[in-house]
């Protein structure tokens, strides 16, 4: 494997994953957590969403055959329920839900779903590994560099993620509350284009 085919891959799974653009989100999705806790979720999310793109770049569609899924049934799903985590950013329905459980209620964690997957492990970045593994096909040199690129994106995701609190200090509460609404309608839109992209690989004719 080149420099130049590293440098490729690396490009392709950090613009699709977008550690940047998804540090702000986890800020949103960890309100009021300890520095602690947010530490576990952040880890714990990029570990599950590492397993998940690695059975997916060693197995790639034989994974999802096997179980009956395609690819763009799976945007979909992703979709709808990225579209449901958005419906409660917007309007703050875990707020609600902690008021209701009483004195002492479970902060939600959002390490597998929806931080794990679909947001870093999403349609996007698993089609990216089925198709760049797919192109060394027995050469395991080749697989094992595209795994190494990746296992390096979602390392760089995760101190993203751990450097959040130095956000939330700069924001303050008020900055927080604001961004996570402005994210919750950018998710929701995210959401939606997950939808109409697998809709269209159905041949529905739906525009992306």
């Known amino acids: 494997m080149t420099s130049s085919e590293i440098i490729s891959i690396f490009v392709t799974l950090f613009v699709i ?73 917007l309007f703050e329905r875990r707020t609600e839900r902690r008021e209701r459980q009483g004195e002492h209620p479970e902060f939600p964690d959002p390490s597998v779903f929806p931080l794990a997957t679909p947001l870093i492990a999403g349609p996007g970045a698993i089609a990216s590994m089925i198709l760049l593994t797919g192109r060394y096909g027995d050469s395991w040199t080749g697989v094992l560099g595209v795994h190494a690129v990746m296992l390096a994106v979602v390392g760089i995701c995760v101190f993203l993620f751990l450097m959040s609190s130095v956000l939330e200090r700069l924001l303050h509460r008020t900055g927080v509350l604001v961004i996570t609404r402005l994210l919750g309608m950018l998710l929701a839109a995210l959401s939606v284009q997950f939808v109409l992209d697998g809709l269209a690989e159905f041949g529905l004719g739906v525009a992306s």
């Open 17 to 89: 994953i977008d550690p940047i653009g998804l540090s702000p989100l986890f800020l949103a999705l960890t309100p009021e957590a300890t520095a602690a806790l947010r530490r576990a979720i952040a880890i714990r999310a990029g570990l599950i969403a590492a397993v998940v793109l690695t059975l997916f770049g060693l197995f790639g569609e034989a994974l999802l055959g096997f179980v009956g899924i395609s690819m763009s049934a799976f945007r979909i799903a992703g979709g709808l329920l990225l579209f449901l985590t958005a419906i409660d950013m």
